[in-house]
């Protein structure tokens, strides 16, 4: 069974530094997108960075988090992180780690519904 298990979440004051990790086990094959989203109350999911491969690692960042964020992947350690320099009040959300089994390229990178594995969560609170 699939499992995304994130941490590294917490609360910090504006202009911070947080850094999210998210470890995957239980897929024997392999995951050919993985991301991050988030959540904000009353919000849509959203998503904020996304890696995937194709004859190198791809990334991909949403706007509102480039130059800000970082993600990165560890495949020996099958971890996912995704570190978060100069956060902001509208950063505060829930970040979930996702990952897409299928290899055929998503219409949209950051849409949820592309994304069949999903962690449980990790609540960040940036403070103004």
């Known amino acids: 069974q699939v499992q995304l298990v994130e941490s590294g979440g917490g609360s910090v004051q504006a202009g911070g530094s947080l850094r999210l990790s998210c470890a995957t086990s239980?897929?024997?094959?392999?995951?050919?997108?993985i991301g991050w989203f988030r959540q904000a109350p009353g919000k849509e999911r959203e998503g904020v960075a996304a890696i995937w491969w194709n004859g190198g690692s791809m990334i991909s960042y949403a706007k509102s988090v480039e130059g800000r964020f970082t993600i990165s992947q560890d495949k020996l350690k099958n971890t996912l992180d995704l570190q978060m320099n100069s956060l902001r009040p509208e950063d505060t959300a829930v970040y979930y780690c996702?990952?897409?089994?299928?290899?055929?390229?998503?219409?949209?990178?950051?849409?949820?519904?592309?994304?069949?594995?999903w962690g449980q969560g990790t609540q960040v609170t940036v403070s103004s």
């Open positions: 239980g897929h024997k094959t392999y995951m050919h997108y």
């Open positions: 996702a990952a897409r089994q299928s290899p055929s390229v998503p219409s949209n990178f950051f849409d949820p519904s592309a994304y069949n594995y």
